[in-house]
């Protein structure tokens, strides 16, 4: 997928979600950096790695509006078995899973609570992002004799998402916080075995994370 069509939509999205431009003094800009885990459950991950990038602007009353650039590193798990085989156990490793990859391209609102001068601030948000992963095909001793050969085209998701969390202000530029998020992927995954030609899919899932992030405010 080219990554600069999708960034181009949400930032435009970003520009919608600020219909009215307030005060230069009520409308900081900020950048953030936040790092988490997540957990799907174990389909098709059991957890992943989250780094992320955000820049914000202020509309005023505590309302920010941003967009996101965000990775996502995890384990497809078992896609040999998605894909209708069975991997030969009395073979090391037990498990050979693919080492994913993703790229998701947000645009995100936020709403701040407690005013801007308290030390606590709690926040929720609710963002939209779209993403590609990216899984490595991954091949193997077959349970009965042979091998597979699992590749899989994981199309593009649309992932809708909430956040809450707490905010804590260490100073006039700088602050740091804890949140708490859950997001829904629209997904369809055609996971194929070139050896036997089975197939299999992978559909809608629910991501759960925690993560921390720094703040700047200029």
């Given at each position: 997928?080219?990554?600069?069509r999708?960034l181009l939509i949400?930032?435009?999205?970003?520009?919608?979600?600020?219909?009215?431009?307030?005060a230069?003094?009520e409308?900081?800009?900020s950048i953030?950096?936040r790092?988490?885990?997540?957990?799907a459950?174990?389909?098709p991950s059991?957890?992943?790695i989250?780094l992320?990038i955000a820049?914000?602007y202020?509309?005023?009353?505590?309302?920010?509006?941003?967009?996101?650039?965000e990775t996502?590193?995890?384990?497809?798990?078992r896609p040999?078995?998605?894909?209708?085989?069975?991997q030969?156990?009395?073979?090391?490793?037990?498990?050979?899973?693919?080492?994913?990859?993703?790229?998701l391209f947000?645009?995100?609102f936020?709403?701040?609570h407690?005013g801007?001068?308290?030390r606590w601030?709690?926040?929720w948000?609710?963002a939209?992002a779209?993403a590609?992963p990216?899984?490595?095909?991954?091949?193997?001793?077959a349970?009965?004799?042979?091998?597979?050969?699992?590749?899989t085209?994981?199309?593009?998701e649309?992932?809708?998402?909430v956040r809450?969390?707490?905010r804590?202000?260490l100073?006039?530029?700088?602050s740091?916080?804890?949140?708490?998020?859950?997001?829904?992927h629209f997904a369809?995954?055609k996971v194929e075995d070139r050896?036997?030609?089975?197939t299999g899919?992978v559909?809608?899932?629910?991501?759960?994370?925690?993560q921390?992030g720094?703040?700047?405010?200029?």
């Open positions: 997928m080219n990554a600069s999708p949400l930032l435009a999205c970003a520009c919608a979600l600020a219909p009215t431009i307030t230069a003094g409308a900081p800009w953030g950096l790092a988490g885990m997540s957990t459950g174990g389909v059991n957890d992943s989250n992320a820049v914000r202020g509309l005023g009353d505590g309302r920010h509006a941003g967009v996101a650039i996502m590193d995890f384990d497809f798990e040999w078995r998605v894909a209708g085989r069975e030969d156990t009395s073979i090391a490793p037990d498990d050979i899973d693919s080492n994913a990859t993703s790229t947000t645009v995100f936020e709403q701040l407690g801007g001068g308290a601030q709690p926040y948000g609710l939209f779209v590609s990216d899984t490595p095909p991954v091949t193997g001793p349970q009965g004799g042979g091998t597979f050969d699992v590749h085209d994981a199309g593009t649309y992932i809708p998402g809450a969390g707490m804590w202000n100073g006039a530029a700088w740091a916080d804890f949140s708490a998020s859950v997001n829904h369809d995954w050896q036997s030609g089975s899919r559909d809608d899932y629910t991501h759960y994370g925690a921390l720094l703040v700047y405010r200029f």
